[in-house]
């Protein structure tokens, strides 16, 4: 019986090293994992690719573990292991939040954050808040591990810095001092695809990202800039328009997300003020 997947060619790596020397030897090849973004793509017809590299039971690519100040997340961790984790609802506890309202339970238990980081999608719930944390993007090749900042990792829409023969194999969350904030605005309160998300962490020069508003997850550094300084809320929104480019599209318009952009600023900067926690 022909299926969706009767045409694609599935490689099996036995490791890490293997999995390289396969996209190496014969690339391109897409990875995949919990397949929550990939099948979506294949029933819908939009993903012309028909080579894949299955990921998903190198258990090497999972765990959460402190070493030193830093928080690492191997990239096929899920995000029920992230939500259950104590070591990132103690570091991290705005990616918990993040992770409480991506999808339903079961998306949760087979979506992992470095596929979501790899799909790259500007309303990705994750992704914010790994900007606003200041996340380190681990890559590996059979040569060399490199490792990239959030903040420049993505080159425009769904690109990355990604090479051909790379993987992501961990993220890395550097010590977070301040308060965090995390919220997403939706169609309903789960299960829907963000129509603005915020990820801040309130501190003595503030670090604040939006997903939605732009073809990438971005940073706002004139309007942590301007709130640093001590300005009014109203001139921080103000900056704040001149930083973020939303569309229209079919969850909402260009108007809408300004609108709430500048109104989840003003929730950040009121939440996290100094005596409301």
Request: hydrophobic share 45%.
């Amino acid at each position: 019986m022909r299926t969706a997947i009767s045409p694609l060619h599935f490689r099996q790596p036995r490791s890490l090293r293997d999995a390289l020397r396969l996209l190496r030897a014969e690339g391109p090849l897409v990875p995949l994992a919990g397949c929550t973004d990939v099948y979506v793509g294949l029933n819908f017809g939009s993903l012309a690719d028909t080579c894949f590299l299955n990921l998903w039971h190198l258990d090497e690519l999972r765990g959460i573990e402190r070493r030193g100040g830093v928080l690492r997340i191997g990239a096929l961790t899920t995000y029920t292991d992230i939500i259950a984790s104590p070591l990132v609802g103690r570091h991290l506890p705005m990616l918990v939040s993040a992770a409480r309202e991506i999808g339903a339970i079961q998306i949760q238990n087979r979506g992992t954050i470095g596929g979501n980081i790899r799909n790259g999608s500007p309303a990705g719930d994750a992704l914010p808040v790994l900007a606003a944390a200041e996340a380190l993007v681990e890559l590996r090749s059979l040569d060399e591990i490199r490792k990239v900042t959030f903040t420049s990792f993505y080159t425009g829409y769904r690109k990355t810095v990604m090479r051909p023969d790379e993987l992501i194999t961990a993220i890395e969350i550097p010590r977070v001092e301040g308060v965090q904030f995390f919220r997403k605005v939706g169609t309903r309160a789960a299960q829907s695809i963000s129509k603005v998300v915020i990820a801040g962490i309130r501190a003595a020069h503030p670090c604040i990202s939006f997903g939605s508003v732009a073809p990438t997850v971005i940073r706002v550094p004139r309007t942590e800039a301007v709130l640093a300084s001590g300005a009014s809320i109203g001139e921080a929104q103000r900056i704040l328009q001149t930083e973020i480019a939303p569309i229209d599209d079919l969850r909402s318009t260009s108007a809408y997300r300004r609108l709430v952009a500048a109104n989840l600023l003003a929730d950040f900067w009121e939440t996290t003020k100094p005596g409301t926690r």
